[in-house]
Nanobody, 126 residues
Framework: QVQLVESGGGLVQAGDSLRLSCAAS??????MGWFRQAPRKEREFVAA????????YYGDSVKGRFTISRDNAKATMYLDMNSLNPEDTAVYYC?????????????????????WGQGTQVTVSS
């Protein structure tokens, strides 16, 4: 079984930066991603990274502000978030797949991922 544990969330002001981490344990995970969910909204794709780190994908609303990365030696994925605004307020979830994703479009799909963390709250005040 795989466990994903997110950390780094918190309350920040608009314009601030924050780094989220997701530590994986248990079996090997491959492609990983971040999703977020705000109250009364559907879960939204934020960013994803292939298991080698060679491919990265971003949602339109975070492109240019967020950066996803991973350190496989530490089995940890990161999300560096800059220029945060109140619309970024949500619970951020870490996700991981049990296999390699070939098609680019599948990185953005919830159904691609087999394992999910419990989520970490990010609140951005104006």
């Amino acid at each position: 079984q795989v466990q994903l544990v997110e950390s780094g969330g918190g309350l920040v002001q608009a314009g601030d930066s924050l780094r989220l981490s997701c530590a994986a344990s248990g079996r090997t995970v491959y492609d990983m991603g971040w999703f977020r969910q705000a109250p009364r909204k559907e879960r939204e794709f934020v960013a994803a990274i292939s298991w080698t780190g060679g491919r990265t994908y971003y949602g339109d609303s975070v492109k240019g502000r967020f950066t996803i990365s991973r350190d496989n030696a530490k089995a940890t994925m990161y999300l560096d978030m800059n220029s945060l605004n109140p619309e970024d307020t949500a619970v951020y979830y870490c996700a991981a797949s049990s296999g390699i994703t070939l098609q680019s479009y599948r990185f953005k799909a919830v159904a691609t991922y087999d394992y999910w963390g419990q989520g970490t709250q990010v609140t951005v005040s104006s």
